[in-house]
């Protein structure tokens, strides 16, 4: 049985990515209505077909047709047609407004008139004689007088502003007068349910960052801790991020995986019930999607929820946990849902990361002689942290190059400081509100949790300046990208060939031995 055979659900992803990427590539030259009249036609002729091949390329055929409608659907919502001149527009303050340089910059949802249900991406200029501009809170309402414009790139490089924005549903941006606004209570029942419930957990994550993490003294200290526990790298400084980025610990500030792993061990442990599985299992999924919702709702933590979710079902069924189905899965859902979730780089790099580790951690791992891991543990351990480092820098890697210029040399290294301090970081984040009702004991976690996240810091700033700790300046475009990861399958096949060639000749060998 070959692996498509093996992985069903892969066929039918990849077939709605090449349709989400064939719609938004003839967006405006083929219409919503003739993707939809292609795919009720492949669905009829799938339906009448006998053939078991020709039925299963028809259903392909299919899903290619939804992938092209459901992205040529919703790049028809975003084109919102901009007005040439000043507007005014009543909105909802969607995210905490950050103070950078002259500009308080912050997300606009227009709740009111022709332009409802406009997303702005605004930059509101600060005013020293204006106090009320930073006390504006997310779920405050603002009646703005701006001109909307297009969004627009604004740097030599392959990160698509414009196309980022679209990913996450915003149309147009704004640069906002000290005087062309104001406060004004509004009202947010034009909002969905799902905005409406968005915009109350962002304001509950803001309450607990200002009550808890307020805590942690030092503005990087604070600034890493939220965005390593709750999903903020607003206030990140240029020079962290580029620490990071260069140290290749990157990921590890943003919410992911990695995070979500760590919070699903704990509530499982601090669930316990060891002879109510299925009650312990839904208990934490709960616990798990009501952390995703507080956080933001990123692709990333979406997808990292939906694969727990998927692995704790599964586990009550007694199946196979962790899968490219698995995966499959949770693409189509997360595709389904917002197609433009493809063109994000939290989507596509996390989802290669996992890809890659599911294809390739057991070939990797099994380069040492299980035998000899099982007989000394710690070089297990380690050799187990270095085969998942490998395999998930092997599948994000040219998305790194691609994006962002740059290649980070000793991702191994950062690798085995940042997974390790993760841990006790959010560990500690997460004793430390346990311990709000005892203040002695709130300043003392929130003392060791400075020190994990100043350490882990200092730590990263080593490594990122360690010799030729980045590959610099590095530019490919789409073509070269799609030939590198090509490349990778290619001698990956060529080695897995090998592998088991070498395996079969082991076996006769040792057959032949024994006769």
Request: charged share 15%.
């Amino acid at each position: 049985m070959n692996f498509l055979q093996l992985n069903p659900l892969l066929r039918i992803a990849a077939c709605l990515i090449l349709g989400i990427f064939a719609g938004y590539e003839t967006w405006g030259a083929c219409p919503q209505w003739g993707w939809l009249a292609a795919m009720a036609l492949c669905v009829g002729a799938a339906m009448v077909i006998r053939h078991d091949v020709a039925q299963g390329i028809t259903i392909m055929m299919a899903t290619f047709m939804v992938g092209g409608f459901l992205v040529t659907r919703r790049l028809d919502v975003l084109q919102t047609p901009l007005p040439t001149q000043k507007v005014s527009f009543r909105a909802v303050v969607a995210s905490q407004p950050q103070p950078r340089g002259k500009v308080m910059r912050m997300d606009l949802w227009v709740v009111d008139g022709h332009l409802f249900p406009l997303r702005v991406k605004a930059a509101v200029m600060r005013d020293s004689l204006r106090q009320d501009q930073n006390r504006l809170q997310v779920g405050d309402g603002v009646a703005v007088t701006s001109l909307l414009q297009t969004p627009t790139n604004y740097y030599d490089s392959n990160f698509d502003y414009p196309l980022y924005l679209r990913c996450h549903g915003f149309t147009a941006t704004t640069l906002v007068l000290p005087d062309a606004w104001h406060r004004e209570v509004v009202n947010v029942r034009s909002l969905s349910h799902v905005q409406r419930t968005v915009l109350e957990a962002m304001r509950f994550r803001q309450q607990i960052m200002d009550r808890y993490l307020s805590e942690v003294e030092g503005d990087d200290e604070m600034a890493v801790a939220m965005a390593m526990t709750m999903g903020d790298k607003s206030r990140l400084t240029r020079e962290m991020r580029d620490v990071y980025s260069i140290s290749g610990a990157s990921h590890v500030l943003a919410l992911s995986g990695l995070h979500l792993g760590i919070i699903y061990m704990l509530l499982t442990m601090m669930v316990g019930w060891r002879r109510m599985g299925r009650l312990r299992e839904l208990t934490v999924i709960m616990g798990i999607w009501a952390y995703a919702v507080v956080t933001g709702l990123s692709p990333s933590v979406v997808r990292a929820a939906t694969m727990i979710t998927i692995y704790a079902m599964v586990s009550i069924l007694r199946r196979e946990r962790m899968s490219l189905n698995a995966l499959a899965f949770t693409a189509i859902v997360m595709l389904v849902s917002n197609p433009m979730n493809l063109y994000d780089v939290g989507f596509q790099m996390s989802f290669m990361a996992v890809f890659a580790i599911l294809v390739l951690y057991k070939p990797v791992y099994g380069l040492i002689d299980r035998e000899f891991l099982f007989a000394h543990r710690i070089v297990a351990w380690a050799w187990g942290m270095v085969a998942v480092s490998l395999c998930a820098q092997l599948g994000v890697a040219p998305l790194t190059a691609y994006y962002f210029g740059r290649f980070s040399v000793y991702f191994l290294l950062t690798n085995f400081i940042v997974i390790p301090m993760a841990t006790l970081i959010i560990y500690t984040t997460v004793a430390l509100f346990m311990a709000s009702i005892w203040p002695s004991a709130m300043t003392v976690v929130a003392a060791l949790l400075k020190f994990l996240v100043q350490l882990q810091n200092t730590l990263v700033q080593w490594v990122a300046g360690l010799p030729g700790a980045s590959i610099e300046g590095i530019h490919i475009n789409r073509l070269q990208l799609l030939l590198i990861y090509i490349f990778i399958i290619a001698l990956l096949f060529i080695a897995n060939r090998l592998l088991r060639n070498q395996r079969i000749f082991n076996t006769k060998k040792q057959s032949h031995g024994v006769i």
